[in-house]
């Protein structure tokens, strides 16, 4: 079993960046695929990135793509999510997940945290 906990959210005005980061329990963490998913208020959980467990392929929804860059440090048991350009509508709770089976399916999650970009 794994467990997540994210960190790193916070608030930011429009054009900044923020550093999430997603630390996991367990000695397996170089097992599990990780991606970041977010939802924000009245809107269902959606994609933002994720990164392979052997290859390190990385994944990004296309609303992300060239702002943010998902990484991980294995040694850490740690996934990065670096956010810059921000856009108020990137405001939601962001969520790490670990999935062992594919970079589609995620059997763990954290908690969330915080993301609030002000215009």
């Known amino acids: 079993q794994v467990q997540l906990v994210e960190s790193g959210g916070g608030l930011v005005q429009a054009g900044g960046s923020l550093r999430l980061s997603c630390a996991a329990s367990?000695?397996?963490?170089?097992?599990?695929?990780m991606g970041w998913f977010r939802q924000a208020p009245g809107k269902e959980r959606e994609f933002v990135a994720a990164?392979?467990?052997?290859?390190?392929?990385?994944y990004y929804a296309n609303s992300v793509k060239g702002r943010f860059t998902i990484s991980r440090d294995n040694a850490e048991n740690t996934v990065y999510l670096q956010m810059n350009s921000l856009k108020p509508e990137d405001t939601a709770v962001y969520y790490c997940?670990?999935?062992?089976?594919?970079?589609?399916?995620?059997?763990?999650w954290g908690q969330g945290t915080q993301v609030t970009v002000s215009s």
């Open positions: 997940g670990a999935g062992i089976s594919s970079i589609v399916s995620y059997d763990y």
């Open positions: 367990g000695r397996t963490f170089s097992s599990y695929n």
């Open positions: 990164i392979s467990r052997s290859s390190g392929n990385t």
